[in-house]
């Protein structure tokens, strides 16, 4: 008798540690959802009268219903079950809100780094060694830069021998023959050194002596629509290559207008080729050469306002928001989802990537890991298209990302994808909107009808203002031009893009 009036309290003691262990799971999981804000009221509703109850029945059950051993333990096993099932989705509702948090942050100022660059075999180890040296820098490009490395400089008694040169090409012809012993670059110029077949190892037979970083306002700003959910919207999303860093300027690797009709749920996504050849617009506080001709590519450099305004200028269209992309953390993503699936059209084969050495891609479906969707993201040259098929395989690769982070698999490696993506994005669109969206998503459940287009041209080669030279360049197809802005203008109508001819 005393032995079953010991263990009933116990079972007692028992019954309440994990009654109230159960109840701050339970709080801690509706606390982040509610802050989270994504969940329709009907359904927040639902939940939380859903989870209380079960609560409130195991707490019957393990304080005061169950008596026996057996019965005990299967109610504190369940009990354990829902309240790890909570901290875990609560956890996971708190990556979400970081993630959104870390999107939607979009950083007031931009870094550009400036680097004092001299040849591998050069005895300049040290800024020291610079003093009494010979340095070239651009006379209209990257002044800024260039003016301040030169004072940080002279200012700890480094006094050099200034040569400008008209044209990045000059500069390095000059470098490279011996004219100046060192060079002036920014380091989101360094990819299009690189990619002149002349220097493309420029990384491998120099080295940086010398760097310093400043920052630049950043004047991307939203123009935002009245209500995200029933009002039509463009977006640009904007694939930068920079190496410095997610808030470091670099060339825009990726351009593409996302129209977005939640009425109609059309998205259409019109590309624009990274060497369309466009006239260059821009604010007054970004600092690039206002009318002058060049790669779209190029605009990346002063930031994403520059290609925002450069697109609008093209298209003749308004672009609400902008939605950038760190392309070269494109690896983390894809091996977070553990690969994503590409269909090659044969004759599309890759047996080797330029910027992905020995990786290869063949006919038919590939699973891909990270290195080999950058591989093949980035990969031009081995196509006769060119960028063109750059461009539809960058499509495959964002909706090879977007088929996997919207399957169940997702809830396996959550974290660790909420992890891979924290410094991927950023985007123009607030909180309350990307929350709004995601509401509408779960209590409308729209079927979306995803549409393409990419603008076209020729080859040609051309003075492009960045590089101050000549380069290979895409002429942009006028009439290409014309329907694009077409397509989109009908999907923001609530037409199709696809009854554009």
């Given at each position: 008798m005393k032995k079953n009036k010991k263990q009933n309290k116990v079972g007692k003691v028992f019954g309440v540690i994990f009654s109230i262990?159960?109840?701050?799971?339970?709080?801690?999981?509706?606390?982040?959802?509610?802050?989270?804000?994504?969940?329709?009221?009907?359904?927040?509703?639902?939940?939380?009268?859903?989870?209380?109850?079960?609560?409130?029945?195991?707490i019957l059950l393990l304080c005061f219903a169950t008596k026996g051993v057996v019965s005990k333990i299967i109610c504190i096993i369940f009990a354990l079950a829902i309240s790890l099932g909570s901290c875990l989705g609560g956890y996971y509702m708190s990556k979400t809100g970081g993630l959104l948090s870390s999107m939607t942050n979009v950083a007031k100022?931009?870094?550009?780094?400036?680097?004092?660059?001299?040849?591998?075999?050069?005895d300049m180890k040290k800024k020291t060694d610079l003093a009494g040296r010979s340095v070239g820098t651009l006379?209209?490009?990257?002044?800024?830069?260039?003016?301040?490395?030169?004072?940080?400089?002279?200012?700890?008694?480094?006094?050099?021998?200034?040569?400008?040169?008209?044209?990045?090409?000059?500069?390095?012809?000059?470098?490279?023959?011996?004219?100046?012993?060192?060079?002036?670059?920014?380091?989101?110029?360094?990819?299009?050194?690189?990619?002149?077949?002349?220097?493309?190892?420029?990384?491998?037979?120099?080295r940086v002596v010398y760097q310093t970083s400043y920052k630049v306002q950043n004047t991307d700003k939203a123009k935002a629509v009245s209500n995200i959910t029933n009002t039509p919207f463009n977006v640009l999303i904007s694939g930068s290559d920079t190496r410095g860093g997610f808030d470091e300027n670099g060339r825009s690797d990726v351009i593409m207008v996302a129209t977005v009709?939640?009425?109609?749920?059309?998205?259409?996504?019109?590309?624009?080729?990274?060497?369309?050849?466009?006239?260059?617009?821009?604010?007054a506080g970004d600092g690039c050469q206002q009318g002058a001709l060049d790669k779209i590519t190029h605009t990346g450099i002063h930031g994403t306002n520059t290609t925002k305004r450069t697109v609008e200028q093209l298209l003749g269209i308004e672009i609400n928001y902008t939605f950038k992309v760190?392309?070269?953390?494109?690896?983390?993503?894809?091996?977070?989802?553990?690969?994503?699936?590409?269909n090659v059209e044969p004759g599309y084969e890759c047996n080797n990537f330029l910027h992905a050495p020995g990786l290869s891609v063949h006919a038919g479906v590939n699973h891909l890991n990270g290195e080999q969707a950058l591989g093949y993201a980035r990969e031009r040259y081995a196509y006769s298209e060119g960028d063109r098929q750059r461009t539809k395989n960058q499509?495959?690769?964002?909706?090879?990302?977007?088929?996997?982070?919207?399957?169940?698999?997702?809830?396996?490696?959550?974290?660790?994808?909420?992890?891979?993506?924290?410094?991927?994005?950023?985007?123009?669109?607030?909180?309350?909107?990307?929350?709004?969206?995601?509401?509408?998503?779960?209590?409308?459940?729209?079927?979306?009808?995803?549409?393409?287009?990419?603008?076209?041209?020729?080859?040609?080669?051309?003075?492009c203002a960045e590089l101050g030279n000549a380069a290979y360049v895409m002429v942009p197809d006028q009439s290409t031009v014309t329907t694009a802005k077409n397509k989109i203008n009908a999907v923001l109508a609530g037409k199709s893009a696809d009854d554009v001819e």
């Open positions: 262990v159960m109840i701050a799971a339970t709080m801690y999981l509706l606390f982040n959802i509610i802050k989270l804000n994504v969940l329709p009221t009907k359904l927040l509703f639902l939940m939380t009268i859903v989870f209380v109850l079960l609560d409130l029945i195991f100022h931009s870094k550009n780094t400036i680097s004092v660059v001299v040849k591998e075999s050069s006379a209209n490009i990257n002044t800024t830069g260039s003016k301040k490395i030169l004072k940080e400089l002279t200012n700890s008694g480094i006094s050099m021998e200034q040569k400008e040169f008209g044209s990045m090409t000059e500069m390095l012809e000059s470098f490279y023959n011996g004219e100046v012993d060192s060079i002036v670059i920014s380091e989101s110029s360094r990819t299009q050194i690189t990619d002149m077949e002349a220097y493309a190892n420029f990384d491998n037979n120099t009709n939640p009425k109609t749920g059309t998205i259409l996504l019109t590309s624009i080729p990274r060497d369309f050849y466009v006239t260059i617009a821009c604010d760190g392309f070269d953390t494109v690896t983390d993503i894809v091996d977070a989802v553990d690969g994503i699936d590409v499509q495959q690769v964002l909706m090879g990302i977007v088929d996997k982070v919207t399957s169940p698999a997702i809830v396996t490696n959550y974290a660790q994808i909420m992890d891979s993506m924290a410094n991927t994005f950023s985007t123009t669109m607030s909180n309350d909107e990307i929350s709004s969206l995601i509401k509408y998503q779960l209590n409308k459940n729209p079927k979306w009808k995803m549409e393409q287009y990419m603008v076209n041209g020729t080859g040609d080669t051309l003075m």
